[in-house]
């Protein structure tokens, strides 16, 4: 994020460091392993949707309990980050 500013600069990493609740720690993990899955648009490349199938292999694979719960945090926070980058492309 900083890099790309104009001009490139350092993050203030003492106030920019984000600490993961406990309750969230396992989401973000499944988040973090998955969000460049994605399913794009034919020709134009656009980002469509975070790809579920690997959501669900990924929540396999890291025996993850409770999924529902995990599915809906990971695909609130890939929406949130699309939205973001959206609206800095646009």
């Known amino acids: 994020m900083y890099a790309e500013r ?17 309750e969230n720690q396992e989401s ?3 988040y973090h392993l998955v969000k460049r899955q994605v399913r794009t648009a034919g020709g134009s490349g656009e980002i469509i949707d975070l790809d579920y199938a690997a959501v669900k292999a990924v929540m396999d694979i890291l025996e993850v309990q409770d999924q529902r719960t995990v599915f809906e945090r990971v ?4 929406h949130f980050f699309l939205a973001e980058r959206q609206q800095r492309s646009s």
Request: include cysteine.
């Open 6 to 22: 104009t001009p490139p600069g350092e993050p203030p990493c003492d106030v920019c460091r984000v600490d993961i609740s406990e």
């Open 28 to 30: 973000a993990r499944v």
């Open 75 to 78: 695909t609130r926070a890939f």
